[in-house]
Each structure stands twice: as C-alpha cells, then as structure tokens.
T-cell receptor, first 110, second 114 residues
Framework: GQQVMQIPQYQHVQEGEDFTTYCNSS?????IQWYKQRPGGHPVFLIQ?????EVKKQKRLTFQFGEAKKNSSLHITATQTTDVGTYFC??????????FGKGTRLSVIA | DGGITQSPKYLFRKEGQNVTLSCEQN?????MYWYRQDPGQGLRLIYY???????QKGDIAEGYSVSREKKESFPLTVTSAQKNPTAFYLC?????????????FGPGTRLLVL
C-alpha cells in the first residue's frame, strides 16, 4: 500500500537556526497536507499543497510540493521556541484516506 | 463552539478488560477516524467511517472494534484481544474522505493498561 516516509525523525536546533523536514511518498499524490502537534497536544492542520511544484509560505514557514508530486518539504527560517513540536506530512493518492508520515520532532534550544 | 470531544483524557484499565473510548463531533462531518499514536510511530489508522452505519478497517484494526450509529459519534472499543493497548488514541473527522479534506483532531485519550 501507499507509504509516506518522513525524515529526519528528530531534529535539535539552536534558536535562530533554520529547520527542514522532508516527506517522500511511494506513489504519486493528489495532494499533501502538513500538520503540527505541540507537546501533549493533538495534530493541527497547517496547509495543503495540490499543484506540482507549488510553494506556499506562512510567515517563517515555507512548504514545497515536488514536481513529480511524490515529495514535499517544510522549511522553517530562524526557529523560535514556539516552533517546538512534531510536524507531520500526510499524503492523499485517491484510494485511501490520508496516509501520515511518522513525523519529525523538533526541539529548539534557547 | 464547534469541535471534536474525546473523553476521558486519561483512562486506566486492568489487563483483560474491554474499554470504550468516546468521540463526538458537532462539525456535521461525514467522515470520522481513529488513530493510535506511540512514541516514534506517528499516527496509525485503526478504523475510519465515511458515513453512518459504515466503517472500514485501517492498518492496525486487530483487537479493536467501532460502531457508527449516529453521525456525531464514533466510539472505539479496545478489546482484550489487543496485545499492547497502552497508547495515545486520537479521533478525527473531516467533511468527507476525498482529496483536499482536512482532518480535525480531538484532544486525545491516553489509555494505560496495567
């Protein structure tokens, strides 16, 4: 079945450094979504990408969808302590519900 | 105030007992989901339902059962057949299961089986 791989599993950064997490699907995706889960909380929707090569920005967060629609990335510029949490990508390919990656857990050292 | 509620927040049970986790939504969503989250394992789909009186197995359905008698409610029963039930359980809902449907998550229930 469809698989969504996400790397790295963990990332520790100093406050002010940049952070990137990568997502790769075994199949071509119709769209990809990104969610953030704060420590002790539940996943919250951040954004959806639909078009090949699409780039979207939310303040310091930049989301990209690959040209082949099989990979995606989330880049955070100048991390802050409020960015701490686990970031999940989730892909939809048409046959099943969203398939979530295992997430990247971000720690920010002040 | 619209949203998804899960109760209780923490649940303790003895090994061998069945336990039912509650999930209610007032978003008028057709689709509902149950996920299990273990450290380092991400979100694993247990069951999902696209419409009332219908549900489908996810990736790890063994040892779990669900019902969908009402649109607003999707309870999950963790049976004694589930070999390692201690985990964080998340319920979610979406308008449908098609492309572009955002999932909205409840606060979760932490189940500890002793």
């Amino acid at each position: 079945g469809q698989q969504v791989m996400q790397i790295p599993q963990y990332q520790h950064v100093q406050e002010g450094e940049d952070f990137t997490t990568y997502c790769n699907s075994s199949t071509t995706l119709s769209n990809i979504q990104w969610y953030k889960q704060r420590p002790g909380g539940h996943p919250v929707f951040l954004i959806q990408l639909v078009k090949s090569g699409e780039v979207k920005k939310q303040k310091r967060l930049t989301f990209q969808f690959g040209e082949a629609k099989k990979n995606s990335s989330l880049h955070i510029t100048a991390t802050q302590t409020t960015d701490v949490g686990t970031y999940f990508c989730a892909g939809y390919s048409g046959n099943t519900p969203l398939v979530f990656g295992k997430g990247t857990r971000l720690s920010v050292i002040a | 105030d619209g949203g998804i509620t899960q109760s209780p927040k923490y649940l303790f049970r003895k090994e061998g007992q069945n336990v039912t986790l509650s999930c209610e939504q007032n978003l008028n969503h057709d689709a509902m989901y149950w996920y299990r989250q273990d450290p380092g394992q991400g979100l694993r789909l247990i069951y999902y339902s696209q419409i009332v009186n219908d549900f489908q197995k996810g990736d790890i359905a063994e040892g779990y059962s669900v019902s969908r008698e009402k649109k607003e409610s999707f309870p999950l029963t963790v049976t004694s057949a589930q070999k390692n039930p201690t985990a964080f359980y998340l319920c979610a809902s979406s308008l449908g299961t098609g492309a572009g449907e955002t999932q909205y998550f409840g606060p979760g229930t932490r189940l500890l089986v002793l």
